[in-house]
């Protein structure tokens, strides 16, 4: 079993920036592979961001590229979101969620997810 919980969400304006924590527990925490998602009230849950067990590998939805920036210190057993640029549309609660070693844009291939914290945009 693998426990998530998110932290670090919050009301901020366009343009400002956000870290979003997701501090993990449980089994060995460098074998996984961590991605975030978000929800925006009225839509489905999307990918946002994934990075694989090592950290040498990332990727990101097109909405945020340039924007945010995934990364993790397996020491800590935490993986971060950067969001840098804030819009609105960012506007959303992120979760973040675990599977074995390599990361993936799909949700329904993790296993763990935390409870997610709300990030809001607004001026």
């Known amino acids: 079993q693998v426990q998530l919980v998110e932290s670090g969400g919050g009301l901020v304006q366009p343009g400002d920036s956000l870290r979003l924590s997701c501090a993990a527990s449980?089994?060995?925490?460098?074998?996984?592979?961590m991605g975030w998602f978000r929800q925006a009230p009225g839509k489905q849950r999307e990918f946002v961001a994934t990075?694989?067990?090592?950290?040498?590998?990332?990727d990101y939805a097109d909405s945020v590229k340039g924007r945010f920036t995934i990364s993790r210190v397996n020491a800590k057993k935490t993986v971060y979101l950067q969001m840098n640029g804030l819009k609105p549309e960012d506007t959303a609660l992120y979760y973040c969620?675990?599977?074995?070693?390599?990361?993936?844009?799909?949700?329904?291939?993790?296993?763990?997810w935390g409870q997610g914290t709300q990030v809001t945009v607004s001026s």
């Open positions: 449980g089994r060995t925490f460098s074998d996984y592979a």
């Open positions: 969620a675990a599977r074995l070693y390599v990361g993936s844009y799909f949700q329904t291939e993790y296993d763990y």
């Open positions: 990075i694989n067990w090592s950290g040498g590998n990332t």
